[in-house]
């Protein structure tokens, strides 16, 4: 199921309640690439705080609430319960957006993230948004997590969102 709003505002949310909650302002303004630019370096934002910047790709989730989602009915996820979100990830053969992403890791270790919000519909979205808490209710993904076929949703769910969260790649 769709979760009812658009990648685009779950950015803005997620940027600007993570800068306004930080302790450390960023030096500037954060920096959206255009689609073209976004092609060249694979993140949809970098923010750059002091030291280090932060580079973020988000993901929009699907929210899984039938026991005939494929993770459950074919058993490849012992332990998955329903409702869970999903993020499915660009193929390679479609995107190199992994790829590209990849390389700002090398040079910025442990500062790019996937990032998905765990807000299931556009009422809890608003809800967030004006209690300015989509950045804490959403998660955080590593390179490193986001790089096998299927990560087990235990393993990346954030315990106190109360939620399970799989994140699949295709090859």
Same mark, same amino acid.
Request: net charge positive.
């Given at each position: 199921?769709?979760?009812?709003?658009?990648?685009?505002?779950?950015?803005?949310?997620?940027?600007?309640?993570?800068?306004?909650?930080?302790?450390?302002?960023?030096?500037?303004?954060?920096?959206?690439?255009?689609?073209?630019?976004?092609?060249?370096?694979?993140?949809?934002?970098?923010?750059?705080?002091?030291?280090?910047?932060?580079?973020?790709?988000?993901?929009?989730?699907?929210?899984?609430?039938?026991?005939?989602?494929?993770?459950?009915?074919?058993?490849?996820?012992?332990?998955?319960?329903?409702?869970?979100?999903?993020? #499915?990830?660009?193929?390679?053969?479609?995107?190199?957006?992994?790829?590209?992403?990849?390389?700002?890791? #090398?040079?910025?270790?442990?500062?790019?993230?996937? #990032?998905?919000?765990?807000?299931?519909?556009?009422?809890?979205?608003?809800?967030?948004?004006?209690?300015?808490?989509?950045?804490?209710?959403?998660?955080?993904?590593?390179?490193?997590?986001?790089?096998?076929?299927?990560?087990?949703?235990?393993?990346?769910?954030?315990?106190?969102?109360?939620?399970?969260?799989?994140? #699949?790649?295709?090859?």
């Amino acid at each position: 199921m769709k979760v009812g709003y658009m990648e685009f505002s779950f950015g803005y949310a997620f940027t600007e309640n993570l800068i306004r909650s930080s302790s450390a302002a960023p030096v500037g303004a954060p920096v959206f690439p255009n689609l073209i630019q976004e092609g060249h370096s694979g993140f949809d934002i970098r923010i750059n705080f002091p030291g280090v910047p932060l580079f973020f790709q988000y993901k929009l989730p699907e929210l899984m609430k039938r026991g005939t989602a494929f993770e459950v009915a074919s058993g490849h996820c012992p332990g998955l319960s329903i409702p869970f979100f999903r993020i #499915a990830m660009m193929r390679r053969d479609v995107s190199r957006q992994h790829e590209l992403l990849l390389r700002f890791e #090398a040079r910025y270790p442990s500062n790019v993230f996937y #990032a998905a919000p765990c807000i299931a519909n556009i009422s809890d979205f608003d809800r967030s948004y004006n209690g300015a808490t989509v950045a804490r209710q959403s998660i955080f993904v590593s390179l490193e997590r986001a790089v096998t076929d299927i990560l087990v949703a235990r393993e990346i769910a954030r315990v106190d969102l109360g939620v399970d969260l799989l994140v #699949a790649q295709p090859r």
